[in-house]
């Protein structure tokens, strides 16, 4: 039995925890910006370490031994079609004023599930419900 794969596309966004989008995170204001154009999915990723334009994830020290990563880097994915990812381009080339934007090319086994989230027309697909 040979294993089937949908060739999708992924949009991986580096940026810091202190980068902001008006009041709120930028990383939360995607999860939402995802949610809005019914992206298959989005996740978000904290980083441990990491440097760009600038070092994230060093560790200041508080009383005695008790330690806090601060402005950690932040790794935003989401995974659809192509005609799904172009959606959000013209948001983050307004928005997106200190970070990376990348996409490439995902081979995803096609399981049962997964043929079932990408038969469907974008209309079709559940709005998810994204909470505090």
Not at 71 to 93: G, S
Request: proline letters at 3%; hydrophobic letters at 40%; glycine letters at 6%.
């Amino acid at each position: 039995m040979s294993a089937e794969f949908l060739k999708l596309k992924r949009l991986m966004i580096f940026v810091g925890e202190d980068f902001f989008c008006g009041d709120r995170p930028f990383y939360k204001v995607m999860l939402d910006v995802a949610a809005k154009y019914k992206l298959a999915g989005c996740t978000v990723f904290r980083g441990l370490q990491g440097y760009g334009s600038r070092v994230r994830g060093r560790e200041r020290r508080l009383l005695i031994s008790v330690s806090d990563a601060i402005n950690l880097p932040v790794i935003i994915t989401i995974i659809d079609t192509k005609e799904q990812i172009e959606r959000v381009v013209p948001f983050l080339e307004e928005h997106l004023t200190h970070g990376v934007a990348t996409i490439d090319d995902v081979n995803m086994l096609a399981t049962e599930f997964v043929k079932t989230r990408f038969s469907k027309s974008v209309d079709e697909r559940e709005n998810p419900a994204l909470q505090e």
